[in-house]
């Protein structure tokens, strides 16, 4: 699920980059809105309650930070300030990636 949910995030910066060079903000809008709050709704519960807190809140205010981003694209917000929050919602990403690793269990 988590490496699922990573793939998706990387796809959606993605096409979230692609749509900023084309000056496109209907798609970074859209792009970003997939990996907002609402690809969070279905998360397994069980899954939840084993990962760490800190983990869990970094997550969902990376998923807020997409439907802001979703917001600010959609209200003509010029394209470096998106890509300014962008950054900034990435910058969270690499805090993540250094300080956690999840591994199986054997």
Known sequence: ???????????GVHSMLDG?????MKQVASA??????????????ALMTKLPLQ????????HRDMDDLAAAAESGTPGPELQTRLTNTLTKC?????AWQLTPSR
């Open 94 to 98: 690499v805090a993540c990636h250094s």
């Open 32 to 45: 970003a809105r997939r990996i907002g709050m609402q690809s969070a709704v279905d998360v397994n519960p």
């Open 1 to 11: 699920l988590i490496l699922r949910e990573m793939r998706g995030f990387l796809s």
């Open 20 to 24: 900023l060079n084309k000056k496109d």
């Open 55 to 62: 983990l869990k809140q970094l997550g969902v205010s990376v």
